[in-house]
């Protein structure tokens, strides 16, 4: 049989925020998927969050092309990127006695916004055009060179199918569409548009879209196969990988904790009542702060001190009390009462109450919950079972 070729393909707007965290961010990613041997990207408007300048920096690390058939200079129509890239590997199909080239034509394309718009280093501006006039512009050229037709897309669901749609009149059928946008997930039963499968495999890393090729003795696609995988922990970790990625997190740890103090910008002014912290509950509501006590949310700024994210704000948001909102919790020096989840995440803030004490104060119940059982990151949360077991 041979090893099965692997194309590692990234569909846009995969850039952390334009902070400098998010920059260390970028680093590692643009590092990692070299190491892995990425063989493109697509260009999406988080991409070029923090600039052109940056971008070009970004990108001038990496060992794998950026690809974009709608990003272009105005005025002038100059693509910013490369519309295509054509990528070649070697597939053995039904009848053949030895391995022999498979073109692999990879086009992107980002969702056309009028108002996007970036100056560029010879003052001209960055725009994005239709989608489907970028594709009548390059899809003619790249049919020519390619055996298979790939599109990379930073777009929605829908504006993906009409872009398929478009390749499909034009006698030019694309043979994948892969995309990302939010945190939505197609199943493979429902991928295809006519000869052409669409795809989207989530965000947040948190799955791996994968899509299994079989030829025919064409080398033409005879059935392909779907599946985003969540990559869990029964998935091994790669040693050099981890070490990169671990690196960065210590990085972004201290830049975190350097200006998570008071009085930064990230810090809101308090007005009114506010976080007071679990403490405070117990001496009237013993039951219950012995019940929490107990629950893994009384432990959740653990799990991320374990993971080495303690200083992320992404995870702060639902690992401890109050994160960006006003009293909330800021950092372990100087909001340590806040760490955790804790009564007043579901109950609200509840700085006055123990003076008021009024009955029918914080009412919670489901709505409390999903905020952060989310379908991401708690895709088996279900009401009832769930608060079976916090039951207090
Ligand atoms: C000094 C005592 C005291 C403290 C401290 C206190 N509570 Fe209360 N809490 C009360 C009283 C009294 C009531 C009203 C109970 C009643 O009349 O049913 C109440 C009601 C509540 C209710 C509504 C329950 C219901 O059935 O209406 C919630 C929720 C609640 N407290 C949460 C908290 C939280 C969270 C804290 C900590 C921030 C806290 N309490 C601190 C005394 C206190
Ligand atoms: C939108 C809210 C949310 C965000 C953001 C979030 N988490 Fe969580 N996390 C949860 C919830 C909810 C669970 C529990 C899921 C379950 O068991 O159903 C969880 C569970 C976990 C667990 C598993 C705990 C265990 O030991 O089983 C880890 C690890 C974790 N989160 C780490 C992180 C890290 C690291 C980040 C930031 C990159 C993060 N989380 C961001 C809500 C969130
Ligand atoms: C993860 C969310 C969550 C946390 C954390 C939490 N609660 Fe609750 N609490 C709820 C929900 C949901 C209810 C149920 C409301 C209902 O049954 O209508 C509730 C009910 C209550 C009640 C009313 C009980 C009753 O008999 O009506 C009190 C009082 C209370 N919680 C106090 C606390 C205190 C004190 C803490 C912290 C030590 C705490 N809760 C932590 C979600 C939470
Ligand atoms: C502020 C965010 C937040 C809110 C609000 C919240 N949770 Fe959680 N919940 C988490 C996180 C984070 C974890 C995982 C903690 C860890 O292991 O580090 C978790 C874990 C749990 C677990 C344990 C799951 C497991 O696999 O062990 C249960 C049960 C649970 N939550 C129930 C609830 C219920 C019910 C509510 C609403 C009444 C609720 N939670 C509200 C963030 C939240």
Redesign the pocket.
Known sequence: MGQVPVVWLEAGDFFGDPTPTGDMQNKMLIKGMSFIRYAAANVGPRELAGGIDKFLKFSGAASFPFVSANLVTDPGGKPFVEPYVVHEIDVRAPGDDEARRLRIGIIGFTAHKRGFLKATPDNKNLVTIPPVEALERWLPKLRRKADLLVALVAMRYEEALALAQAAEEMGMPLDFVLGGMGDFVTRDEASMLGSTKVVYSGNMGKRLGEVRVFLDAERKPARSVFDAIWLTKDYPGNPDLESMVGATLDDMGEWFSAHQTFGSPLTPVVIGSS???????????EQ?FAVWEDTVHAHALDTLVRERQMYNPECLLCHTTGYRKAGGYIGMSNTPQLAHI???S???A??T???S????????GIQSCLPCHTRENSPEFNFSSYWERIRH
Do not use: D, I, L, W
Request: positive net charge.
């Open positions: 976080y007071t912290g679990a403490g405070r509950c117990k001496s009237c509501h219950a804790q009564c007043e579901c109950h609200g509840s700085g109450h123990p003076e004490r009024v009955a029918g104060f914080g009412k919670a």
